[in-house]
């Protein structure tokens, strides 16, 4: 060991020797001011003990959150060379093949926004949620060394996924910025509302994350039948075409469609038009009920998840 | 004195699908919820009781070793301690903090850097920010890793990984430490680390559960010991106990030997081996020496042919396989003297403090030397024991509690003598004693 660097690094510690017994730092109980009450005492509780979905020890736990979405982000632009630019490149060049498709070959009448602006801002929000879905329901049973090692709320790893997706989100709209000035968007107070948004698609993302993750942790089909549903759910949804073009007696496929409910009013925005407030009013009802639904199955099974997975 | 673990009751049970694995795809199950009515019930679902009926209190500041053989259910229990998963019934309490060094390493990722990989692992363990904050250069120091603190740990090498890891788990500070076979890895050094943190969270008056499979280290470190087989306390007491009901039942070849059948007891037509045992002055056969108590091995045969000067041979090995010494009956009664025919019994007496902890196999053979030299029985692994010390204080060891190298260990004497006092440093210290 090089004695000058350990000095400049921890100067109080007592030199720790390859040839002698080594001495830690001295610490005890009473100076571990970190160690809350949650910690004092643990009822480890049987299987056949009710759910509850314990929104304290996930406060608790709240700075893991952070380190597992942080690890998402990191791990994942790893030895790449162009690194973030991934999040930009792969909506840039899907709202290119649509823009070709469907504004130079067939003519379509996107409404008040030009169809690049249009394409963009719907793909953005869906390529976030798809994302984020496909990498929560892939995280338990990735992370399957850490589930059956150590204890901690099993939520934050789909949550992580969906955090580390609201990461590249946030890059991602730097493309979005540039192309509303390019189309010289006008900046209206409805552009206030699109956190409101974004917070929805983050919140729906992790409802349906949840639950499929849960239930890939014990049936694994749905590993094969998701890019299936994700692709069939993007044409069910407003992310290339209008809803105007949707016949009338599929308007309600739009209106139970949470998806559709977000990405119009996203767009409303961007528009400065107004809002449709009913269907984003269902869309929020439905995700709100379906992220609090999810939350319980997934504690329901969380303590079965190391015995299976 | 108040309790640190109380486990209450605790029964785990695990479904075991035969050649399933451990998941099921929706095909099964429709499958299986078609069939299920028209199967009986008691062959529709294999399992297994992992654990059945634990009741155990463990104090705080208590040291306590679990013992038991591979599937005993070591496992599982500390699965269900450190909240990995739950009991099947029952419930367990915990009083304190509770933190593992099961797995070293636990959340380390080889693309982040030892720096991100820190925090990450710390966070998984239980640490707040703040405190790993804290304590960051502590840990650093401690793994002598500062200057590859900021390269992935993919690059390591395992003795590098381990050292960083170790520290992480190191500086939990938890209340209720438990250890797995964390001693089994790693180099010397690292195991002396292990070691040196154990014991230094003993006199802090934590609560230490060490699971192991290393005799040895059990019976030096703690003083109570947990035997658990197929899923039940079979035995919860002092370490030299429960250690000798352990080894009983796993070592193959035991500390006693016989052969009922004489045509197929080792030999010729010279001589044929009748016994082996390992034992005690009073004539106890045992399995586990302590290591300071003198013991024998005997030897009981039968000699076929009169007129051979026969002499027993008794080699000695470890558990590595290398031969420690081996020995020569040369007790003068029978020494060159032809042997009339009958049964006979040998013992060789191995004095206290000669032998290393540890397993120890004994070869016996019978040899003759005249008119040439020659091997008439022969049998390897005749006997199998155990030495053990105790953390009594008064062997070779002393206070010492770490692994002791070495094949043999001697307690020898030792002088030590002041030549000259150092007359101020000598009043500082016993100032500061007075204060």
Partial sequence: MDLETSKAVGPKLPQATSAGPVRLPDSDLSNAPDIGSRDRHTLIQSEESGVQLDLGELWHYRELLYFLTLRDIKVRYKQTVMGLAWVIIQPLTTMLIFTLVFNRFVRLDAGALPYPLFALSGLLLWLFFANAVTNSTHSLVSNANLITKVYFPRMFIPAASVGAGLVDLAVAFLLLIALCFYYRVPLTLNLLLLPLFVFLMALLALGVGLLSAAVTVKYRDLRHALPFIIQLWMFASPVIYPTSIVPERWQWLVTINPVAGIIEGFRSCLTGGSFAWLQVSIAAAITVTLLVCSAFVFRRFEHTFADVV | ?435
């Fill in chain 2, 1 to 435: 004195m108040n309790t640190a673990i109380r486990i209450a009751n605790v029964s785990k049970r695990y479904r075991i699908g035969g050649l399933h694995p451990g998941y099921m795809t929706f095909r099964e199950m429709l499958g299986g919820l078609v069939t299920a009515p028209f199967k009986k019930r008691s062959n529709g679902q294999q399992t297994i009781w992992a654990l059945s009926d634990i009741d155990l209190e463990i104090g705080q500041g208590e040291l306590v070793g679990i013992i038991g053989h591979n599937g005993a259910g070591k496992s599982t229990l500390l699965k269900i301690l450190s909240r990995v998963t739950r009991p099947t019934i029952g419930a367990v309490e915990l009083f304190g903090r509770i933190g593992s060094l099961l797995e070293v390493g636990t959340g380390f990722h080889p693309d982040l850097t030892g720096r991100e990989n820190i925090y990450l692992s710390g966070a998984i363990l239980g640490m707040r920010r703040a405190e790993i904050d804290r304590k960051f250069a502590e840990i650093v120091a401690f793994s002598e890793l500062e200057k590859f603190i900021e390269t992935s740990v993919k690059w390591y090498s395992s003795g590098m990984y381990v050292r960083l890891a170790f520290s992480v788990a190191a500086h939990l500070e938890p209340e209720i430490l438990m250890m797995d076979e964390v001693l089994a890895v790693g180099d010397a050094a690292f195991q002396q680390k292990c070691l040196d943190k154990m014991h230094e969270i003993r006199q802090q008056g934590r609560t230490i559960l060490f699971v192991s499979h290393d005799m040895a280290a059990i019976t030096r470190l703690c003083k109570r010991v947990v035997l658990l087989e197929r899923g039940k306390v079979t035995f919860d007491g002092e370490a030299h106990e429960v250690v000798k009901r352990y080894l009983s039942s796993s070592l193959k070849s035991g500390a006693s030997r016989e052969w009922t059948d004489q045509q197929a007891a080792p030999g010729d037509r010279v001589v044929r081996l009748r016994r082996v045992r390992v034992r005690t002055e009073e004539g106890e056969t045992i399995s586990v020496v302590d290591i300071q108590k003198p013991f024998g091995i005997e030897l009981a045969y039968d000699v076929l042919e009169e007129g051979h000067a026969l002499v027993p041979v008794i080699e000695f090995y470890n558990h590595e396989g290398t031969e420690l010494f081996s020995t020569h009956d040369t007790s003068a009664n029978w020494r060159r003297q032809p042997r009339p025919r009958g049964t006979y019994t040998s013992t060789v007496w191995i004095p206290g403090n000669l032998l290393a902890e540890g397993s120890l196999i004994g070869n016996v053979s019978i040899m003759s030397h005249f008119p040439v030299t020659t091997l008439h029985a022969n049998e390897p692994n005749a006997v199998a024991f155990q030495v053990v010390d105790s953390p009594a204080g008064d062997s070779a060891r002393g206070d010492y509690v770490g692994p002791m190298p070495g094949l043999i260990r001697p307690l020898l004497n030792w002088v030590t003598a002041m030549e000259q006092a150092h007359e101020n440093r000598d009043k500082q210290i016993s100032s500061n004693q007075d204060q």
